[in-house]
């Protein structure tokens, strides 16, 4: 079964106000003002449970039962910090667009910071849900 529904989108009003946005290490990014929009704790610590279950399934007996097991334990695992990410970015995006008519990132070394994979989880995505 399936349906289709014709809804219009209405844009958001015009702001006069801009803002600037750097994007940084220890906060995920910060605006001119001084607003913070920080990393979440909840994802450093399902990080930390990722990386011993990782551990854990790779002393398992490929193919064995409780192989399966924890490779599943894994993924949802995986899945969870997607998840986690995911919301952020969109909050904080959102948070921006909302709050702002006009939005500069500074991109101080963003090209460098890309090539560092611990900096690259949030860094790409935040600006391509803005832009």
Same mark, same amino acid.
């Given at each position: 079964m $399936?349906?289709?529904?014709?809804?219009? =989108?209405?844009?958001? /009003?015009?702001? /006069?106000?801009?803002?600037?946005?750097?994007?940084?290490? !220890?906060?995920?990014a =910060?605006?001119?003002?001084?607003?913070?929009?920080g990393?979440?704790? /909840?994802?450093?610590?399902? #990080?930390r449970?990722? !990386?011993? &279950?990782?551990?854990? #399934?790779s002393? *398992?007996?490929?193919?064995?039962?409780n192989?399966? @097991?924890?490779?599943?334990?894994? &993924? @949802?695992?995986?899945? *969870?910090v $997607?998840?986690?990410?995911?919301d952020?970015?969109?909050k904080?995006? &959102?948070?921006?667009?909302?709050? $702002?008519?006009?939005? $500069?990132?500074?991109? #101080?070394? =963003? &090209?460098g910071m890309? !090539?560092?994979?611990?900096?690259a989880?949030a860094?790409?995505?935040?600006? @391509?849900?803005?832009?």
């Open positions: $399936a349906f289709m529904v014709e809804e219009e =989108v209405q844009a958001l /009003p015009e702001k /006069p106000n801009g803002i600037g946005v750097d994007i940084g290490l !220890k906060d995920l =910060v605006t001119r003002e001084g607003e913070r929009i990393n979440p704790r /909840p994802l450093h610590r399902v #990080l449970r990722l !990386k011993h &279950a990782q551990r854990v #399934l002393r *398992r007996k490929k193919g064995s039962g192989w399966h @097991r924890q490779r599943r334990r894994v &993924a @949802r695992l995986h899945a *969870r $997607a998840d986690l990410r995911g952020l970015l969109h904080a995006s &959102a948070q921006l667009v909302q709050g $702002a008519g006009l939005i $500069a990132i500074g991109d #101080l070394n =963003v &090209a890309m !090539k560092n994979r611990r900096l989880k860094i790409g995505e935040l600006r @391509r849900q803005i832009q």
